[in-house]
């Protein structure tokens, strides 16, 4: 019987395999938790438990608060033991078990006598474990202790204390400043680490205060800082400051700027990289200022620790984006970067290259970075492909290589976004260089024969329709197309017979055979695809006679529609079928303003072929739907414009509530959307009472009231007020939300007969100049700039002030008039000194109105602004320019 | 203020992907499923690279790694996108190497078992704040863990120590019985061990 079992533990792996945790299971882990309950403690027994215990909390293992107690009392009672391994454990475990308030107590006493213990390692620990479960109540008496450990003189023990007041801070920052004077006594510390603490603690202790930082970082940059981290710690908090006097600073000598360099000949890595780094990381730094922490940073490059090198490249990389030139003297290290073995670097050492290369190394690069394409990941080889584009846009010329390199990698194995960025960056070289463009669709033809992904395919396809028939032999994509057709899935069929389509309406000599294809697609067994040939077969001539297509059918069909596609859908959505056909005139042409994150490359041309992602979906058809629905507001016409939601509440307070503004031609509704955040009660008969004797020109006429508003279900109550027709009328409204509150029963739901009538202070709100202004862009400004009368423009110059930046003076003008920017022209680059801006919208009335900026930086700060408007009415331009001169 | 150093994680684990000794010290990780599937993908990633001379580093996830290997032990350390690479490879330095001198030279994953207290002693030594991985059924009052993370703080981390020699010592000497002298202490401990080796054996 016992045979075997001897057996296997001869057996070799079964030895390897050996773990003191074999087996183990939390209940019988908490069994053995009961030692600690032992008169007579067994203290290596006890920390083995412990051990186990930290070691199943490291697993991921979950306890229940019933038996973290259990174990957090039996913990408590290891402190009578005298051993001080176990005593150390027992404070690991305290810590990770965060025992509650009421739990803390038990322990307090304990920890508080090792605190002023004579071992340090009771005292360090001590204070550590007591700071991170105590509340403020037991701060006032400790901190007398606290005090005097911050200057004790073990650094063990002092730096306990330092860190433990760097939590205690965010808990209880009053108590914790009290201790400013010990805390700058520790950072002139001889422990390193000490000094790393003080200084970490003292700058968050002043950090609201700009003039003490700026105090703390001019005494500490003469030198005394020892601590290799305590002095990254301070050129942080140097070009923090350096950042900051940067607004009111006259330009010349940047303050500070030579302790950054000294730092550059530290003798610790940490510490010169920390320095390089900050400053290639200044606010226009200078290509003279640039170049010592380029040196540093070439010279890291050629180290054995990959850290180092990783880190150099990953800055130089950086800096190549704004001062290419200053790294090009990194070019030879970083060639031989590319064969590193960390693929990380390799990729950060070809895109840096890439960035600086001239036009005669480009061929080289390429034949290197083919070579090593096929070993990298897929998130590094869209890195390498979006420096490619950039690179081709620099380099036209070059467009015969990269293009050839860029459909190699397309045929090669490669994920969804990998696959999207290649055809996305080949799309772009098309638009952009017209001899790469014959090239480049055939690339892509080639591609959709074997491409696996619906959603390129079909982008594909569509490209193809449109610049296809440009080409200057349209009838060699004929055959790619028409193989989608018999090859592929029904999304991707449909698209090629829309494309087969184009061909054929825009080329007429090749319409008679894509007739004959179309036809075929009518047998198709999807709906979609034999809906499609017949429509086009239908419109485009159908009975096969070679025919001029029509015009307007071409423009139908083909031509780009002038509204936002969401707001499409939505108009479509709401349409009822009635006696009335959908009218495409009704849908909202306002064009909502993409993420951000869509705007990241100024200037550059639209991004590939996924036209840009949909914004959240269009809500003023849902306005106009609601506001019509409700018979006070009926006869106010056509809904204007709605705003955007304005908070006039807190977070988190009570009832939340948000007002949104309809402008119509003669009236103005103000749509309070409330929220109850209170369980236990129930809101009736909401209104807002309005007072608007700030506001002249407007008058109430109708309001109406929220019959009951219950917990947590959004619900709105208006009010309307009449104003002079097709004025731009302004003026504020302060708010007061009236109601009668009802207690309910939070276990039944059941409210009280009886309420109270209660009331509530609102925020102001304002109607101002931009609330008449539709956000509508145009497609080309320049055209539409020229077509507009120039006897309407109206031009004036204004001084701004002094501004934050001129991004921000930007952005502060397009908020005040509230008009859609346009060709990308809302992104100042960095470090611009003047700046263009296009506006467009449409003003109350229905009057066009477009608004060309432009901004130039007067002295260091001061930010002067010319402003041509031009618009179908003057008045109107004379409208804008006192928004402008009012704002 | 973001300007401390920020470490999230240190992480030693063996060389399947599994946990040894892990601390955690940023939210990011919600849960430990979120933790494990971190710690797996960012052991396949860095599996095949060679990380026992030197410490290598690596970009993932938007976090920077810096990871070195030492027999079947992967030693790693995760730090924020924009953070100094070279500060976190002290920290991983100082762990390694206070590791090595904890264990005497004999550097695995059973020894690093064996003695796991003083890893974990360790771990506690070189950076202040953050939790196992394990949790505490979440009830009203977890002070202060959760309470912090309730108000919306950061919990505040901050290196303790980097010097490995310092590391080590800290955790040495408070294990050290006074009463029992080193070399004999080891004895006693590999005795236990056998026992228990020979008890679970003849259990099984």
């Given amino acids: 019987m016992a045979q075997p079992l001897v057996k296997k533990d001869d057996d070799r792996d079964d030895e390897a395999d050996y773990s003191p945790f074999l087996g183990i299971e939390k209940g019988a882990v908490l069994q053995e938790a009961r030692v600690f309950n032992d008169p007579q403690l067994d203290p290596r027994r006890c920390s083995q438990v412990i051990t186990k215990l930290l070691y199943l909390l490291n697993q991921g293992e979950t306890f ?42 038990i322990v307090t006493s304990s920890l508080m006598k090792d605190m002023t213990s004579k071992t340090d390692m009771y005292r360090a620990n001590a204070i550590r474990v007591l700071c991170r479960i105590t509340d403020g109540t037991l701060l006032t008496q400790i901190e007398r202790y606290l005090k005097q450990a911050i200057v004790d003189k073990n650094p063990v023990v002092a730096s ?49 205060d700009r003039l003490a930082v700026n105090k703390l970082v001019s005494s500490l940059t003469k030198g005394s800082v020892r601590s290799p981290l305590a002095q990254c710690l301070l050129i942080r908090y140097t070009s923090q400051v350096i950042r900051e006097s940067a607004n ?9 700027y030579d302790f950054l360099e000294g730092c550059l000949r530290h003798k610790a890595e940490m510490v010169i990289f920390e320095a390089a780094r900050a400053i290639t990381e200044l606010n226009g730094v200078t290509s003279r200022e640039l170049t010592p922490a380029i040196t540093v940073l070439q010279l890291f490059l050629s180290s054995s620790k990959p850290v180092l090198r990783f880190a150099a490249v990953r800055t130089l990389n950086k800096v190549a984006m704004t001062h290419p030139m200053a790294v090009t003297n990194c070019n030879i290290d970083m060639e031989s970067l590319i064969s590193d073995q960390n693929r990380s670097i390799a990729t950060l050492a070809i895109t840096t290259l890439l960035k600086t290369g001239n036009e005669s190394s480009v061929d080289r690069l390429m034949k290197q970075i083919t070579n090593f394409m096929s070993d990298i990941a897929d998130e590094f080889k869209i890195v390498v492909v979006e420096a490619i584009r950039s690179l081709c846009l620099k380099f036209p010329l070059k467009h015969r290589s990269l293009m050839n390199f860029l459909s190699n990698i397309l045929r090669e194995e490669g994920g969804f976004e990998y696959k999207k960025a290649i055809v996305d960056s080949i799309v772009i070289l098309i638009r952009d260089i017209p001899e790469a463009k014959e090239s480049g669709l055939l690339h892509l033809c080639e591609f959709i024969e074997d491409c696996e992904f619906t959603y390129l395919s079909t982008q594909i396809l569509h490209f193809l329709g449109i610049e296809g028939p440009k080409t200057s032999d349209p009838s060699k994509y004929i055959r790619y197309i028409y193989n989608r057709v018999h090859l592929e899935n029904a999304t991707v069929r449909a698209g090629a017979v829309s494309t087969l389509a184009k061909f054929g309406a825009m080329v007429d000599t090749l319409k008679p055979r894509v007739f004959v294809l179309l036809r075929r697609c009518l047998f198709d067994n999807d709906d979609e695809v034999r809906d499609r040939a017949t429509l086009y077969i239908n419109t485009l001539g159908g009975d096969g006679a070679v025919v001029e297509t029509g015009e307007d059918v071409k423009e139908f069909l083909f031509g780009s529609l002038d509204i936002p596609l969401v707001n499409l859908e939505n108009s479509l959505k709401n349409y009822e079928p009635s006696e009335e056909s959908f009218d495409i005139n009704s849908v909202p042409k306002e064009v909502k303003t993409q993420p951000l994150a869509e705007k990241k490359a100024p200037g550059k041309k639209p991004t590939g072929l996924g036209a840009s992602p949909a914004g959240p979906p269009s809500t003023v058809d849902a306005y106009e739907k609601l506001l019509s629905s409700i018979p006070e507001f009926a006869n106010f016409g056509k809904l204007f414009k709605s705003s955007a939601p304005v908070e006039l509440t807190e977070a988190e307070t009570e009832y939340a509530v948000n007002v949104v503004k309809h402008i119509f031609d003669g009236h103005v509704v103000f749509q309070y959307n409330c929220t109850n955040t209170i369980p236990e009660q129930l809101l009736e008969n909401v209104t807002v009472i309005v007072d608007a004797s700030e506001a002249e020109e407007f008058a109430e006429v109708a309001s109406k009231p929220l019959r009951s508003l219950p917990y947590d279900s959004p619900g709105q109550t208006f009010v309307a007020f009449e104003k002079p027709e097709g004025v731009p009328a302004v ?26 009538e209660d009331e509530y202070q609102l925020e102001e709100l304002e109607v101002v100049a931009a609330d008449y202004m539709l956000k509508v862009g145009v497609s080309n400004f320049r055209n539409a700039w020229e077509t507009m009368d120039a006897d309407c ?5 204004y001084g701004l002030g002094p501004r934050e930046s001129l991004a921000e003076a930007v952005n502060a003008v397009i908020n005040l008039l509230g008009m859609q920017p346009c060709e990308g022209t809302e992104v100042v680059p960095n470090n611009s000194r003047s700046h263009t801006c296009l506006l467009s919208g449409v003003y109350i009335g229905n009057v066009k109105v477009l608004v060309r900026l432009q901004f130039g930086l007067d002295g260091p700060k ?15 331009s004379d409208a804008i320019h006192e928004i402008v001169a009012s704002g | 203020m973001e300007s401390c150093p920020s470490i999230k994680n240190i992480l030693l684990l063996d060389s399947e992907g599994n946990r040894v000794a892990v601390k955690y010290y940023s939210d990011e990780w919600p849960n430990n499923s979120a933790k494990e599937a971190f710690e797996k993908s960012l052991f396949t990633k860095t599996q095949k690279t060679n990380a026992r001379t030197e410490a290598e580093i690596a970009m993932f996830e938007s976090h920077i790694i810096v990871y070195k ?17 070279l500060i976190l490879v002290t920290v991983l330095q100082g762990f390694f190497d206070a590791v090595g001198l904890l264990l005497r030279g004999t550097v695995d994953k059973k020894e690093a078992l064996e003695n796991l207290d003083l890893i974990l002693l360790c771990l506690d030594e070189i950076v202040d704040g953050g939790n196992a991985v394990g949790t505490l059924l979440p009830t009203d009052e977890f002070v202060p863990y959760v309470k912090v993370f309730r108000l919306g703080w950061k919990l505040s981390i901050i290196i303790l120590e980097t010097d490995a020699n310092v590391i080590a010592g800290k955790v040495a000497s408070h294990n050290i019985d006074a009463a029992a002298p080193l070399s004999e202490q080891t004895i006693s401990q590999a005795l236990a061990t056998a026992r228990e080796h020979l008890a679970r054996s003849l259990l099984k």
């Fill in chain 1, 64 to 105: 229940t608060k019933v038996e973290a107690t259990e174990v957090f009392f039996a913990v408590t009672k290891l402190f009578q033991s005298k051993d001080i391994g176990l005593r150390r454990m027992v404070y690991v475990m305290i810590k990770e078990l965060s025992p509650s308030a009421d739990e803390v107590i």
């Fill in chain 1, 160 to 208: 306990a204390a330092l860190v433990s007041g760097i939590h205690l801070l965010q808990t209880n920052p009053e108590i914790v400043k009290r201790w400013s004077n010990e805390v700058q006594e520790a950072v002139q510390s001889r422990a390193a680490l000490v000094q790393f603490h003080a200084l970490a603690l003292l700058h968050q202790i002043r950090q609201n």
């Fill in chain 1, 248 to 256: 009111n600073n006259q330009a010349g000598d940047r303050p500070f």
């Fill in chain 1, 731 to 756: 003026g504020k409204f302060s708010n007061m939300l009236r109601f009668i509150v009802k207690e309910v029963d939070p276990s039944t739901g059941e409210a009280e007969d009886d309420g109270v």
């Fill in chain 1, 793 to 797: 423009e109206r031009v004036d110059e």
């Fill in chain 1, 862 to 876: 001061d930010v002067a602004m010319k402003l041509a408007v031009r618009s179908e009415d003057e008045a109107v």
């Fill in chain 2, 69 to 85: 290997f030492v027999q079947d032990l992967h030693f790693f350390v995760t730090g924020a996108e924009n953070e100094n690479e």
